[in-house]
Each structure stands twice: as structure tokens, then as C-alpha cells.
């Protein structure tokens, strides 16, 4: 069964960086698509970045130039690096990844203080 177990979490200033790292295993199928998606406090859930099968990515209007998405496929791992944060950015953030169908990771606090 696939399992993602995600890490990285934590509370910063803003202006500081953090780096989330989700961890997939059990994966038979096609991965067509990896990333994360963030859910604030009384907000919908929203996709934050994406990497795709053939490394293009996706980022939210809101996060571009700060956040950086990256993939080591050989471990089935990506990761999210967020720079300059803001305290827009505090949420849950969820790991998502898309085979036949999706999947969530339990999701990690990220909380920036001003």
C-alpha cells in the first residue's frame, strides 16, 4: 500500500526558510505526479507546487519565486523548499501524489510568525 510520511515542518519568522521533505513508499503504478497542497485555518485546501512525471512544474501565483519543488526519483521523494516566508503561508501543508489515483500524506504544521 502506499504510504507518504512527510517531514520538515516547524514554526518560523517570516523571512525564514524551511524545507519539507515527503517520503513515498509502495508505489507499483506510475507516478504521474507529485507535490503538495496547503490548507490554513478556516480556508480550502490549495495546491501550493507540483512536479510532474516529466520534471515540469507547477506553482500557486502566490508562492512563485519563493518555493522550490524538487523530486529524487530514484527514492520517490520530493521536497519543497520555502524561502522567505510569510505569514500567509502558515497552513497545514499536505503531500499529494497522483498514480491511478491520489494519495495524502497526514500533513505538517507550518507556522510563520511575524
Known amino acids: 500500500q502506499v504510504q507518504l510520511v512527510e517531514s520538515g515542518g516547524g514554526l518560523v519568522q517570516a523571512g525564514g526558510s524551511l524545507r519539507l521533505t515527503c517520503a513515498a513508499s509502495?508505489?507499483?503504478?506510475?507516478?504521474?505526479?507529485m507535490g503538495w497542497y496547503r490548507q490554513a485555518r478556516g480556508k480550502q485546501r490549495e495546491l501550493a507546487a507540483i512536479?510532474?512525471?516529466?520534471?515540469?512544474?507547477n506553482y500557486a501565483d502566490s508562492v512563485k519565486g519563493r518555493f522550490t519543488i524538487s523530486r529524487d526519483n530514484n527514492k520517490n521523494t520530493v521536497y519543497l523548499q520555502m524561502n522567505n516566508l510569510k505569514p500567509e503561508d502558515t497552513a497545514v501543508y499536505y503531500c499529494y501524489i497522483m498514480i491511478s489515483r491520489v494519495y495524502w500524506g497526514q500533513g505538517t504544521q507550518v507556522t510563520v510568525s511575524s
Open positions: 509502495g508505489i507499483v503504478g506510475i507516478v504521474n505526479a
Open positions: 512536479v510532474e512525471r516529466g520534471g515540469a512544474t
